[in-house]
């Protein structure tokens, strides 16, 4: 098991935020090392973003590849592992993962949220080939407007009241939405009245199996032996933060399971008061309460950055005797 020196910041995960994070405080001279599982959804989109400045146009893994080979050349260290213990406090954390043990002064949450993919024939592998590669959307804020005049199906295994609200956005721009509801079935009398307002058809069965080719789907084929085709297929199944080590911390967890943190960033205490934060832990990215976006998690990430590096400064100077508070433009 591999052993590690102690870094500045570990930043545990290396999607949009935690690269971010890494980029700025390697520019700043800190010994920073992002710990990724690299399973984070930018590496697997081959399909093109179109809000993500300086990268029109660009597929999300060309997006992720860039950002991690800009935090490796400011010089972060970047290692493959999944992180399963952390203990320790503020000055001195020690991280546990399946391959090696690292150690560092602070620390950065940006482990993102879980996805769940649709279901075929019980096992959720054999969506893997198409998610996010074709003509299979996750997003409706980043990608509704390119189902322009299209044929689209949104999957929902769970809510079917957040499978109509999630179609609602898509419906500014799909010719036709309907719902395939592979869970639960009844809606709340509200959203049952939205979707005949919104004239959602609804379709219900278990996915039996896809026919594809090349990421993309031509059909999904039901229990039932129902065949249903679509211009563009839209996963509505929810989103869980992963916030196993932010427990394991002692962190506040939100209503949504999100981490709950102060404004620059912080994990609040659990149990504690509004103002009462856990020293030298930080989060971003989308496992924060906040709209699941590349932009917004690289400006979470690059605030919780700043955020880092004046820390360490401060640490710096407690530790020479300096005990005086550092004034800077952001307090």
């Not at 590496?43 to 490796?72: C, D, R, S």
């Not at 211009?231 to 981490?259: C, M, T, W």
Request: glycine share 12%.
């Amino acid at each position: 098991m591999i052993e590690s020196q102690l870094y500045d910041t570990i930043i545990i995960g290396g999607g949009p935020a935690g690269l971010t994070a890494a980029l700025h405080l390697a520019f700043h001279k800190r010994k920073v090392l992002v710990v990724d599982r690299r399973t984070g959804p930018l590496w697997y989109t081959t399909t093109p973003l179109w809000n993500v400045p300086g990268f029109i146009g660009k597929p999300g893994v060309t997006i992720q590849k860039t950002m991690l080979k800009e935090a490796q050349e400011a010089g972060a260290e970047v290692v493959k592992d999944s992180i399963v213990e952390v203990s320790g406090s503020e000055g001195h954390f020690q991280l546990t993962g399946e391959k090696g043990v690292y150690q560092a002064r602070t620390l950065l949450l940006a482990t993102g949220v879980a996805r769940h993919h649709p279901l075929v024939n019980g096992d959720f592998e054999p969506w893997f080939k198409y998610a996010a590669k074709g003509n299979t959307y996750y997003c409706p804020d980043c990608e509704s407007p390119e189902l322009l005049g299209q044929d689209v199906v949104v999957i929902e295994s769970h809510n079917p009241n957040g499978g109509v609200s999630q179609g609602s956005y898509l419906a500014e721009f799909a010719s036709r939405v309907r719902l395939l509801l592979t869970g639960p079935t009844e809606f709340k009398p509200e959203w049952e009245a939205k979707r005949k307002e919104l004239g959602f058809d609804v379709i219900e069965g278990q996915i039996q199996d896809v026919e594809g080719s090349k990421g993309r789907v031509h059909a999904l084929i039901l229990n039932d032996g129902t065949r249903v085709e679509a211009d563009a297929y839209y996963v509505s199944n929810p989103k869980f933060p992963r916030n196993d080590l932010a427990k394991q911390l002692g962190a506040e967890i939100g209503p949504r399971d999100h981490i709950v943190t102060g404004p620059r960033g912080q994990l609040r205490k659990a149990g504690g008061l509004d103002t009462e934060f856990i020293p030298g832990v930080w989060a971003a990215g989308d496992v924060q309460p906040q709209t699941q976006q590349v932009t917004i998690a690289m400006g979470s990430g690059n605030k919780a950055a700043v955020m880092i590096d004046q820390h360490l400064t401060h640490l710096q100077l407690r530790q020479l005797g300096k005990t005086q508070d550092v004034v800077t433009a952001h307090d």
